[in-house]
């Protein structure tokens, strides 16, 4: 896939995965406060991320926090792991799949580090 073209799906697949991550945290914040008043488990995590230059760790990065409810706080190149925090950790699997799926493709084909 040329840069162009993977530039535009990752747009793409990131505004898609702002807005479906919107409702999502909208729906935790009107389940805790109006329906179980229990806020879901929040929690920490470390994620490792494909090989890329620290441009492309830093993109998604910032796309993580861009994406409600996600927010990265520190990326460590040398482990290439993000730490993360995350609003509804309820299905944290899911979240780093989504995470692979829709960003690294797209940042790997732009950034990615040749071995």
Do not use: N
Not at 19 to 37: K, M, N, P
Not at 47 to 67: D, E, H, K, N, Y
Not at 92 to 102: F, M, N
Request: hydrophobic share 50%.
């Amino acid at each position: 896939m040329g840069k162009p073209i993977a530039a535009i799906v990752l747009l793409a697949r990131f505004l898609k995965a702002v807005v479906i991550s919107g409702f999502q945290t909208v729906q935790v914040i009107l389940r805790a406060s109006f329906g179980e008043r229990k806020p879901p488990p929040a929690a920490f995590l470390r994620v490792r991320f494909a090989p890329m230059s620290a441009q492309g760790a830093s993109l998604l990065g910032c796309m993580i926090t861009l994406t409600p409810g996600t927010t990265t706080l520190d990326i460590d190149m040398d482990k290439r792991e993000i730490l993360m925090h995350v609003l509804d950790a309820s299905d944290t699997d899911a979240l780093v799949q989504g995470i692979r799926e829709d960003f690294e493709p797209g940042l790997v084909a732009l950034f990615g580090e040749q071995s």
